[in-house]
């Protein structure tokens, strides 16, 4: 495992840094700590939040310190086993329909592709969960191919509908809400991230991959719910 650097966040927080540049052996290291503290049951610690390099670990100030915490984690990580392919699969269907995937056009002129070969490209993809961020549910996919890798936009568009399949450089996400986004919107998935389940929120775990499998529009429309939140 890499070597880890610390930092302290405010009285109650410790940030984990394993490295600097985001791949899939730094992520499944992080995954394999987070597992190893959640394993080890260490006094104090109240959540731990996994991203591409580092972990934020939460605790109690009231029963640990920044110190002790430290020396607990590092512990940890002499014992983390880590695994290339640790997370579960999850088969994730989408459809391209022009309507659904407005960007789809300029993403494979910008490519020198034709619309069919982004889809496919799309579809081949190894994707894996690196990180939560930014709006509930929405998880962070590593793993777009480098031929279909497009730049954000230079602003955002408002009003994008929950289950857009969005893409930016080497990252993927499917949309939970309604919301604005700067990225390609290549096509649209009936998937729910979000579940009604405060023991488990999401349904992907930071770690987990993810496998699009195109379907028709009557499949989606069969299956896509307007009133999901």
């Known amino acids: 495992m890499q070597e880890l650097t610390f930092l302290p966040v405010a009285d109650h927080a410790l940030m984990v840094q394993l490295g600097t540049e985001v791949s899939e052996a730094l992520s499944a290291q992080v995954v394999a700590l987070d597992k190893a503290i959640s394993a080890a049951g260490i006094e104090g610690v109240q959540e731990t939040v996994p991203a591409f390099v580092n972990l934020l670990v ?3 100030p009231l029963v640990t310190d920044h110190a ?7 512990g940890c990580a002499e014992r983390a086993e880590v695994r290339d392919n640790a997370g579960t699969l999850h088969e994730v269907p989408v459809c391209y329909d022009a309507d659904l995937a407005p960007d789809l056009a300029a993403v494979a002129e910008a490519r020198g592709i034709s619309e069919e070969e982004a889809i496919a490209l799309h579809l081949s993809g190894d994707y894996r969960v690196g990180m939560y961020g930014f709006a509930p549910g929405y998880a962070y996919l590593s793993g777009v191919p480098e031929a279909l ?3 954000r936009k230079p602003a955002p568009v408002r009003g994008i509908p929950r289950g857009a399949v969005l893409i930016a450089g080497p990252q993927c996400l499917v949309t939970t809400l309604k919301m604005p986004t700067g990225w390609s919107i290549i096509g649209r998935s009936p998937t729910e991230v ?3 389940d405060p023991a ?10 993810i496998k699009f499998r195109r379907i028709d529009r009557a499949e989606f429309d069969a299956s ?6």
Not at 68 to 74: K, R
């Open 149 to 151: 890798r497009v730049p």
């Open 68 to 74: 002790t915490l430290q020396a607990q984690i590092t």
């Open 224 to 229: 896509y719910r307007e009133d999901a939140t």
């Open 194 to 196: 979000l579940c009604n």
């Open 200 to 209: 488990r929120p999401f349904l992907f775990d930071v770690g987990d991959r």
């Open 58 to 60: 939460e605790f109690d």
